[in-house]
T-cell receptor, first 116, second 110 residues
Framework: EAGVTQSPTHLIKTRGQQATLRCSPI?????VYWYQQALGLGLQFLLW???????NRGNFPPRFSGRQFPNYSSELNVNALELEDSALYLC???????????????FGPGTRLTVL | GDSVTQMEGPVTLSEEAFLTINCTYT??????LFWYVQYPGEGLQLLLK?????DKGSNKGFEATYRKETTSFHLEKGSVQVSDSAVYFC?????????FGQGTRLTINP
C-alpha cells in the first residue's frame, strides 16, 4: 500500500514569491494535516482538512492557506514568502470516520522549502 | 494548552546499551500518545502508540507505557543498535492535531 506522498521534494523561492506544496494521502484516508518543521522551532501544527473542509488551523498568519480536493489530496499555499518560512513541511493523513475518534497520523517525506 | 516535554538531547550511547528517553505531557482529557522517529533527511515514521492509561505500545524492540498518574510516556529499548540513530519525537493527539515534544537526537556508536 502506497504511503503519503509529497511534491516537490525541494523548492527554492525568493522572498515575496508564492509557494505551492502538494500532498496525496494514503488511499482511504480522508483527513490531511500540514506541519512545519523549522530549524530550532520543532514541529508546529499548521492546518487540518477533512472531507474537503478546513477543520482547524494553528497559530500561523493567513498567508498560509490550503485546500483539499475531492480525491482528498491537498495543497498548501504560502504567499508573500519570508525568510523564516524556510522549513521542512510535512503532510500527514488519517481516517477519522463517523465517530470522529482520534486516529493515527501517517507522515509523508516532506517538502524542503528554502526562501532566499 | 496541551504540551509535551522530552528529555534534552543529544543522547550518545554505545551499541547494546539500554535506552530511556523521558517524555511527560500536559493535556485536558485523555489524549492518545505516540512516539515518532525521524531518520536523517526523511519524514516522520510512527514507532509506537498507546491510546489509554496503562496501555503499552511496542515495536522493533522499543516500548513505552501510558502512565496517567505520572503523565508520562517514556521510551525504552533494552539493547540499541547503530541503526537506531535518529531523532525521536514524543507526541500527543488533541483536537485532531498532534502536539510534539522538541525531539531527542540519539546517536549510537559501534
Amino acid at each position: 500500500e502506497a504511503g503519503v506522498t509529497q511534491s516537490p521534494t525541494h523548492l527554492i523561492k525568493t522572498r515575496g514569491q508564492q509557494a505551492t506544496l502538494r500532498c496525496s494521502p494514503i488511499s482511504g484516508h480522508t483527513s490531511v494535516y500540514w506541519y512545519q518543521q523549522a530549524l530550532g522551532l520543532g514541529l508546529q501544527f499548521l492546518l487540518w482538512y477533512d472531507e474537503g473542509e478546513e477543520r482547524n488551523r494553528g497559530n500561523f498568519p493567513p498567508r498560509f492557506s490550503g485546500r483539499q480536493f475531492p480525491n482528498y489530496s491537498s495543497e498548501l499555499n504560502v504567499n508573500a514568502l519570508e525568510l523564516e518560512d524556510s522549513a521542512l513541511y510535512l503532510c500527514a493523513s488519517s481516517f477519522i470516520g463517523q465517530t470522529r475518534a482520534t486516529n493515527t497520523q501517517y507522515f509523508g517525506p516532506g517538502t524542503r522549502l528554502t526562501v532566499l | 494548552g496541551d504540551s509535551v516535554t522530552q528529555m534534552e538531547g543529544p543522547v550518545t550511547l554505545s551499541e547494546e546499551a539500554f535506552l530511556t528517553i523521558n517524555c511527560t505531557y500536559t493535556a485536558t482529557g485523555y489524549p492518545s500518545l505516540f512516539w515518532y522517529v525521524q531518520y536523517p533527511g526523511e519524514g516522520l515514521q510512527l514507532l509506537l502508540k498507546a491510546t489509554k492509561a496503562d496501555d503499552k505500545g511496542s515495536n522493533k524492540g522499543f516500548e513505552a507505557t501510558y502512565r496517567k498518574e505520572t503523565t508520562s510516556f517514556h521510551l525504552e529499548k533494552g539493547s540499541v543498535q547503530v541503526s537506531d540513530s535518529a531523532v525521536y519525537f514524543c507526541a500527543l493527539s488533541g483536537a485532531q492535531k498532534l502536539v510534539f515534544g522538541q525531539g531527542t537526537r540519539l546517536t549510537i556508536n559501534p
